[in-house]
């Protein structure tokens, strides 16, 4: 009975069955959020995930009558290493720092102070509950350790606060304008950015003051605390430890109903295998959603062009649920015209109904005492309504409506996208003259008394010499650095390629004083090294797909360069965005959605109807609208554009080449198959690890050993392994003739079986099946290195005299080769891997190299479609060869329209 006992107990073991493994802590009850303004649809599940709790993985369930639970999803959680900490400043036992335990609205967390009592009012915090602080954490603890004293959640962020004076007082980095130095008589050689070394602000230096102390990250400046403090897990004293460093999560239910009970729970995995699984569930909580009145735009602004009588409303939500507007269910927003006395909004001419997720609307010709309020509707009908919304005036420099606005059918999409696309093809040209090895010259100017000052408008440098009014934040200025240009200068083209595909635009050109570079991957920027100080001209162009400049004035640029200093000049972009909407009626406003946005650096807008799932084609014809955005508030609206339908392609243009390439070989294959069934016999190239496989099985027939064939570490699927199965057939045929022992150890059990029933065929094709022996043929070991051990012991037991490693493999290579090499055997070696190719060249007498291994089916084999193939491939081969070096010749001769030819795009 006892040794049954033992059993079970140790078969559980093994299995993993939670015999003994009690479940973590219960998860926090989540908080459930009903969204208001979304039609009841949408929830929020909100939790805190301490991190001394253990646990690998959240599942979140809901039940819709109570007892039934269905999953929702699963959360990953990021598992940390048990670490228990035994440095110096985990013991703060005689800082004197104690925690104060006070209630707050959930009671499962509770809110802690620190504070640190003097001798005379040390009893009175005791009194209120106070405990003396001993340790600090930063890692999660072991769990015995944990299960030591009672773990508290404690709501709060806390560091240990340990200040380094001489850190404080020692020069800080920085870096500012070099314009910003010459009012007060420094001169610089450079323009942009200069370097500074500058003290620490008085801010810094009251931090420091307070000296070491455990701390609430409330009211501390971040970028201190990043610098002199470490962030606290868990607070110890002798009674508790005060877990405090939490992971906030939220999941939201996006299908839930109005009015209809739902039910939650989390599930919170400390393990999850198919037999073990160890978890601790929540206490469940239920909600009933509410299908409430929208939200309205309360923000929004009107701006009035006191030229054109226009005003242009800016939509906008409070702040406070602006975050939530994807889950809105709102659908149309009702604009209203009227006067300032009209407070309850009740008198207002409708001007028009439009989507409520547009940007912009632009109101045509109004009196000056026009206001204007905005009625929100929900899908349900319910509707809320904004204030008076009062024009403010603006200086509007109305946008430009882009030319040759269009929208068009994108190309070999299947159907799925439309494109909106305008003109012109634009190069936009900035550069930025360097030195490769600048030569640093540093001043000191401390006794300029000159400080840097951060304000909202940016950095400005003032001269103090009143210590008792330099301002707060500011940081007096010790050293200022700069870049001297040494003998490298390098000139950097920065560039814009604003187009769209039907421009046909292939790269851009420059010419630097008639020194040509093209950019052919237009990655953005082209370098010239080791240019002169003096001024050059700069010319840059657009190249097309049949090798010509486009020839409008945007496409081309011709600026003066000046290297004389260092300096940077960046890409200039006109400061609009472009709004783009889609509609299904061109007389129905409400029917345009908005759908996305592009900056002035683009020429087209690809509708991808995100929308919808991914295998849902868009149905039905659409009409499109464009608003453009000026920097001052401004908008103008293009006219509609439409209808058009996405359609679906016969063929990719963007894959002629590959279609090409196809095409050939497929070409050259059946030539070659129609005459090497005619008897052709086509010359084929000795390959020295194949034709000397024969001297290697006849040496093994003279020593009377056995050979040893092993196919590598790849599964059945793999090119390698069907090749090595090929050439074991042959193998196999001379071992039957023969009458050779052939031993076959396996790595995969699929191969295992390929390889029983091709070494059976090929000695039932000699005439011996009797010699043929499935026990030779075995499984070892689906483990790398435990396979290449036990494959090592057996060539060194058997004394094999001819060793064959044809396959796929890896790091195992070399051990096998250099343990057949040792016993003497005869070794061949196959294999496509190149990494393990040099080990196989060493260590083995013969080496089938690359595609030599493909090759080598059809060089043993009289199948004339293997050798029709082989041939076919050879052909196209050489095609490729001719393909490259006549792109080579193109590319040296500048003509790099003709290499794009031959590129494929697309998907």
Known sequence: MKYFIFSVLIFSLILGIPSFAQNPPKPLTPIITDISGDGGNNLILKWKHFETVPGILYEIYRSENGKDFELLSPLQLKTMTPVWETEKRNDVSNWGFYVIPQKSEDTRIINIQIVKPTPDNLDSFVSLGAEKIVRVEFEVPPAKKLAEIPNQFANGTFYQIIPDDEIAHRPQPSASTAGLFKPFGISLPVDGKVGLEVSAKNSEFEFVDKGKRIASAEGEIPALLAKYGKKIISIVTEKTRYTVKYDDFAFPDRKTEPEKKYTYKLRLYQVKKPIKKVYGESDTISIIPKNEVPFAPTKTVALLDTVSNNVVLHFAYDPSVAGLKSYFDDSIFVIYKTKIGDTLCENGTKINTINSSWKFFTIDKIELDDVFYVEVFDKSGLSAKTSLIEHTIAEFKEPPIPPNLRTVDYENDEGKKIAVRWNPPTLAVGYNIDDVIPNTKVEDISDKNLYLVHTEKGDTVMQITDTTSIPDGAQKISTLSYSIPG?????????????????????????????????????????????????????????????????????????????????????????????????????????????????????????????????????????YFVQVLGPDGSVKTSDIMGPIAPKGNLFNWNKVAVFLATLILVIAALFFFYHAKKGKKFYIRPIAGVVHIDEALGRATEMGRPIIYVTGLGVISELATLASITILGRVAQKCAEYQNKLILPCYDPIVMIVAQETVKNAYSDEGRPDLYREENIYYIAAQQFAYAAA??????????????????????????????????????????????????????????????????????????MQKGSLKAQDFLKLLEMIVIIGGTVAATTGLWWIVHWFQVLGE
Request: glycine share 8%.
């Open 791 to 864: 494959v090592s012991g057996l060539m060194i037991r058997e004394k094999s005299a001819a060793n064959f490693f044809i396959g796929k493999f890896f790091a195992e290579s070399l051990i096998l080769a250099e343990t057949g090499a040792s016993t003497g055997a005869i070794q061949v070696a196959g294999t496509d891997d190149m990494t393990q190719l040099p080990f196989f060249i060493t260590a083995c007498d013969y080496t089938i190299i690359g595609e030599e291994l493909y090759a080598a089916s059809a060089y043993l084999s009289d199948d004339p």
């Open 487 to 623: 003998n490298q200068k390098v000139l950097k083209i920065e560039y814009n390629m604003i187009v769209n595909p039907d421009d046909d635009v292939l790269y851009p050109k420059f010419s630097l004083d008639e020194i040509n570079k093209v950019d052919i991957d237009v990655t953005g920027e082209i370098k010239f090294d080791d240019i002169e100080d003096k001024k050059y001209t700069l010319e840059g162009w657009m190249i097309s797909k049949t090798g010509g400049k486009l020839e409008n004035p945007e496409a081309r640029v011709e600026m003066t360069i000046d290297a004389t200093y260092i300096n940077n000049v960046p890409i200039d972009i006109p400061p609009y965005t472009y709004f783009i909407y889609r509609g299904t009626d061109a007389k129905d406003f409400s029917t345009f959605k908005f759908v996305g946005t592009v900056g002035a650096d683009s020429r087209e807008f690809v509708d991808g109807f995100t929308e919808l799932p991914k295998k849902v084609l868009p149905e039905g014809e659409f009409y």
